[in-house]
């Protein structure tokens, strides 16, 4: 499903957490008047780190916490008034329905920045237009970036 109506697919490698951020900061630039990233990767595979390299690509100050335990945390992006930055961590997610409104209202305001950690978990109720970011640990601190980005074609 994921793999199917690919568009663009990038491979990298990185050797710290620090560079897994630079490369968030710098995929960040793309993202700066909205869109979605899916992330996905086991646990300690950098989702959070990467995600926090995105935030401040995006001009976030604040420091991103992963909302494991709330689902979701928000942020104002200081050049985007139209949207806000939502970070959402469904790991603990039981009923996908639970968050169906909830995902459906931040997915209908284009400008809105949504990075969701596990969405594989709701791989099926993302819109057709998104990034995925698939990481992998292999071993000690290298880890690979596989992003794809998928279109309605
Ligand atoms: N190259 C690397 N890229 C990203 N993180 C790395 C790298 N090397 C080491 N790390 C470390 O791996 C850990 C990744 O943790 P992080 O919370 O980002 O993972 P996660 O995928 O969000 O996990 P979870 O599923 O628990 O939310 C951090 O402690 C980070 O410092
Ligand atoms: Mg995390």
């Not at 990467?50 to 689902?71: C, D, E, M, Y």
């Not at 400008?111 to 698939?134: G, S, Y």
């Amino acid at each position: 499903m994921i793999f199917r109506s690919l568009d663009r697919k990038l491979c990298l490698h990185t050797s710290s957490a620090k560079k897994t951020q630079k490369i968030a900061f710098e995929l960040a630039q793309s993202f700066k008047n909205g869109g979605i990233i899916a992330l996905k990767g086991d646990l300690g595979a950098g989702k959070t780190t990467f995600t926090q390299g995105i935030a401040r690509g995006l001009g976030v100050t604040q420091k991103l916490i992963s909302p494991t335990f709330i689902l979701m945390r928000e942020y104002n992006l200081p050049s985007n008034s139209l949207g806000r930055l939502y970070h959402l961590d469904l790991y603990r997610l039981e009923k996908v329905a639970e968050i169906l409104n909830l995902v459906g209202d931040l997915f209908s305001n284009p400008n809105n920045v949504i990075l969701i950690e596990w969405a594989d978990k709701i791989e099926n109720e993302l819109p057709r237009n998104l990034t995925w970011i698939k990481l992998t640990n292999l071993g000690g601190n290298k880890r690979s970036i596989e992003i794809l980005e998928t279109n309605d074609s």
